[in-house]
């Protein structure tokens, strides 16, 4: 019989393997700690480190409920072994559902955010088209009372201001709106002549 290798050698003591297998072991994360500490790595928040110290405490209580004594045996060593195996393997599989459930609330969140994002996305085009197509009710209209050559800025400054407010917001360009009428046919286009800045357009009715 064997002195354990803790703090109170008269409570608990272990068979000559298992005290050899605690004093190698704790050899082991010794020199593993002192490799991490010369290279300037974290060891003392190391999960591992604490291991060695709850088997013992594992075999101890398992001797005491199992044999009715302080004394670990092989057989008690090995068996702790397992109930750290199912410990360890427990934590693992409760971890790996942990992080499931949080991405799958994760993606969750992520998919309303994008139906809310293409909702508000389907609702602009809705108002985008509509304000451009009465845009381009509203071009031709001007051009065809107007019985000359117009320019955009002519055209913008007979529009009423909710009408060009409507299509700040909606984003509608006029010289889009003029230059999709003229390859409707609906309008013709020139290029500026004397002192005129940029082009002039009229209705093709004109």
């Known amino acids: 019989m064997v002195s354990a290798p803790v703090k109170d050698p008269i409570l608990v003591t272990y068979a000559p393997s298992v005290a050899e297998a605690i004093r190698m072991d704790t050899r082991r994360r010794r020199n593993a700690i002192k490799s991490r500490n010369a290279a300037g790595e974290e060891s003392a928040g190391d999960p591992d480190s604490h ?97 000359d050559w117009q320019s955009i800025s002519q055209v913008r400054k007979r529009m009423a201001g909710d009408e060009k407010k409507a299509m700040r917001l909606a984003d509608v360009d006029l010289a889009d709106v003029l230059g999709d009428l003229e390859i409707a046919k609906k309008i013709e286009s020139r290029e500026p002549e004397g002192n005129e800045q940029g082009a002039r357009f009229r209705s093709v009715a004109s």
Not at 80 to 107: F, P
């Open 51 to 147: 291991a060695l110290l709850t088997r013992i405490k594992a075999a101890t209580l398992l001797a005491v409920w199992l044999d009715q004594c302080t004394h670990v045996s092989d057989e008690m060593w090995e068996l702790s072994g397992w109930v750290m195996w199912i410990s360890n393997d427990t934590r693992v599989k409760a971890h790996r559902r942990i992080q499931a459930k949080s991405q799958e609330k994760a993606l969750g969140r992520a998919a309303a955010a994008i139906a809310q994002r293409d909702a508000i996305n389907a609702d602009d085009e809705r108002k985008h088209r509509a304000v451009y197509i009465k845009a381009l009710d509203r071009a031709l209209h001007l051009l065809a009372t107007a019985g």
